[in-house]
């Protein structure tokens, strides 16, 4: 039995100083009873210069132990679980150490703990590997939070692997929600998403320019601009990356863009056709005066039962008719005295209710007006601004047939436009007409009802007076017309008001 005892010790022994990581023994009071060849090896030292010494006295020449913030000695023997700790220090060549101390309880055959094994692991590269890594990551992780695209990884199953962000702003996850918690079809069509792996299978693993949309958090559709590839590890694909550019705000532009250069054509086409205009409505003025005098003269000079009265009464109503078309010429052309004032614009709009107010007209319809509180102060002219709504309170009228509900509402935006709405419960505006209604003679009216003058003169007015007239909604359920005016008329508007003021003829070119 003693035998075999010693030859197990013997074995251990070997086995201890075989170890390749430095390993010492020490008892309960911190002493040094055994230490293997790595240890010695490690630190330059003999046998004799570690046993029988206490640890901090081999380790740092010191006759105190160290604290417990940095030694688990006394955590180690209180227990039965392993303890460790990282030392960082500078060595003697003046390189940075970075060293594991691991210690695990000494346990005799009744389980008692009687000391302990310290470990020594020299971690330098691993740690700076690691801290590097760290680094690396932080450094990665900054450039792509500070990309204006959003950039999402997932892997071949579609399940979000990393994202930044850009991506966690256009997708509005919601709060507490982890993007990593969700796979690629949470936000893309399966659709799309099939779309996008044949692009990359015929691009060879890569796609540009693919115009797609996804679907926020909030259930809105984005319309993207995806450059998209497949991550490859030796060889093989193992992910893909996509990088999603926001087009809203790019259509918006475009949008924008669009609508300035209808207007430039509809401001060109107005003007020509005003000069035009002009010119055949004070041709037409003079005969259309003589006529209207002579037919009165016949009616007057004809007997009351003469079969010829009911034919000179509706020849002067044609003529009439006739000069009202000439009159709007004439506004359409703006062949008008213009004088600018300062205006309130919900006063404005309740002049041209009472022009309009007719109590047949309005048997049938119910009128809501949401005026912004106190006035909307503005320059302009009161004539022709009151023709604007005149002409919008009037077709909307005629849009519901003399039946539903005409809401008009007045604002200021935060850009200081004054602003009106004119909304009807009509049928709406069918979509082939919505880019020709401010077109000069347009009318979707019945022979006789109109001349389809009245919103190119609307449009007319508003835009020399620096302001816009739009569509805002159309449909079954009703239209609404919004025109915004500014503070200050535009100054071409005042110059064409000085030139009306040396000039009263109105002989000038619109």
């Avoid at 008892?27 to 010494?53: C, I, K, P, S, W």
């Avoid at 105190?64 to 030392?87: E, K």
């Avoid at 979000?160 to 990593?180: C, F, M, R, Y």
Wanted: charged fraction near 25%; hydrophobic fraction near 40%.
């Amino acid at each position: 039995m003693a035998e075999q005892d010693n030859a197990r010790a013997a074995m251990a022994e070997l086995i201890f100083q075989a170890l390749p990581t430095p390993t010492l023994v020490l008892n309960e009071h911190m002493v040094v009873q055994d230490v293997n060849r790595a240890f010695l090896t490690r630190y330059d030292l003999g046998r004799a210069d570690v046993l029988g010494r206490r640890c901090f006295e081999v380790f740092h020449s010191q006759s105190l132990p160290c604290p417990p913030s940095r030694c688990r000695f006394r955590a180690a023997m209180s227990g039965h679980t392993g303890q460790s700790v990282i030392h960082e220090f500078v060595g003697l060549d003046g390189q940075a150490v970075i060293e594991e101390v691991a210690l695990s309880p000494l346990v005799d055959e009744r389980g008692r703990v009687i000391g302990v094994i310290e470990t020594i692991r020299d971690v330098t590269k691993a740690k700076l590997m690691e801290n590097a890594l760290i680094h690396a990551n932080e450094f990665l992780n900054r450039v792509m939070d500070s990309m204006v695209d959003a950039v999402v990884v997932a892997d071949l199953k579609g399940k979000v692997l990393l994202s930044n962000h850009q991506a966690l702003k256009i997708l509005e996850i919601p709060p507490g929600d982890e993007i990593t918690n969700h796979r690629l079809q949470d936000f893309c069509p399966l659709e799309e998403l099939r779309r996008l792996r044949k692009s990359l299978d015929q691009g060879g693993g890569r796609a540009e320019a693919v115009r797609t949309f996804l679907t926020n958090g909030q259930g809105q559709r984005v319309p993207v601009l995806v450059n998209s590839a497949v991550v490859t590890r030796e060889g093989k694909p193992v992910a893909t990356v996509g990088v999603f550019h926001d087009l809203r705000h790019q259509i918006q532009l475009e949008r924008h863009l669009s609508e300035a250069r209808l207007q430039v054509v509809q401001s060109d086409k107005l003007a020509r056709l005003g000069q035009l205009a002009a010119g055949v409505a004070h041709e037409l003025n003079n005969p259309l005066t003589g006529i209207t005098i002579y037919a009165e003269l016949v009616k007057e000079s004809l007997p009351p039962d003469s079969p010829l009265q009911d034919d000179m009464t509706n020849i002067v109503e044609d003529a009439q008719r006739c000069r009202d078309i000439v009159k709007d010429l004439l506004d359409y052309s703006r062949q008008t005295t213009v004088r600018v004032e300062d205006l309130d614009l919900n006063q404005v709009i309740e002049d041209a209710f009472n022009l309009i107010r007719d109590d047949a007209l309005f048997l049938h319809v119910d009128v809501v007006r949401d005026y912004h509180k106190g006035p909307l102060t503005l320059e302009g002219d009161e004539k022709l601004l009151r023709q604007v709504f005149i002409n919008l309170l009037s077709n909307a009228i005629d849009a519901m047939a003399g039946r539903g509900r005409l809401t008009v509402r007045t604002g200021l935006d935060g850009q200081g436009m004054r602003w009106a709405e004119i909304s009807d419960t009509g049928p709406g505006i069918a979509p082939e007409h919505l880019d020709r209604i401010f077109d000069p003679f347009f009318t979707t009216k019945a022979p006789g009802k109109g001349t389809g003058l009245g919103l190119s003169v609307v449009y007319g007015v508003v835009s020399r007076a620096g302001g816009a007239v739009e569509v805002k909604n159309t449909g079954p359920n009703g239209t609404t017309f919004k025109v915004s005016l500014p503070e200050k008329a535009d100054q071409s508007l005042k110059a064409f008001a000085e030139v009306y003021m040396t000039n009263p003829s109105g002989d000038v070119a619109p």
